[in-house]
């Protein structure tokens, strides 16, 4: 890969990063608001309150495995910058060859090729 070719790439990461970096500040910007419910001091409908704070507990779970897998994303992105920083940007992390342009365009921080990223989903698959 070339200068050029490595530039392209990082803004493509920055700009990503961006993004991400947005998301996680609206998901948890979302999940506080939603919080401080309790203190209403409304004790008349119990069993509706009960049912009310579960939902509320299962949004909150969900936006924060939602702002956890964003927060993996953002890790990756800053990997990946390194990489670039290092002149490794682009190589399979598994087997070192390069990472189709082609798949780096459609996911700029992925770590691995093609094959490798299927080798890893039938582990994990097996795992389960
Ligand atoms: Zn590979």
């Given at each position: 890969m070339?200068k ?7 803004e493509?990461?920055?700009?990503k ?16 608001k939603?919080s ?9 409908g119990?069993?509706y ?17 939602l ?22 940007y ?10 189709s342009?082609?798949?780096?365009k ?13 080798k890893?989903e ?7």
């Amino acid at each position: 890969m070339n200068k050029k070719e490595f530039e392209t790439f990082r803004e493509m990461l920055l700009e990503k990063r961006q993004s991400v970096l947005e998301n996680i500040q609206q998901i948890e910007k979302n999940t506080l608001k939603k919080s401080p419910r309790e203190a209403s001091g409304d004790l008349s409908g119990y069993t509706y309150h009960m049912a009310d704070m579960a939902t509320d507990n299962y949004d909150t779970e969900l936006s924060l495995n939602l702002a956890s897998s964003e927060q993996r994303v953002l890790h990756e992105i800053d990997e990946a910058l390194k990489r670039i920083e290092e002149g490794t940007y682009g190589d399979c992390l598994d087997c070192g060859k390069k990472i189709s342009q082609q798949r780096l365009k459609a996911v700029p921080y992925t770590t691995y090729c093609i094959t490798c990223q299927e080798k890893q989903e039938k582990k994990e698959k097996e795992k389960m």
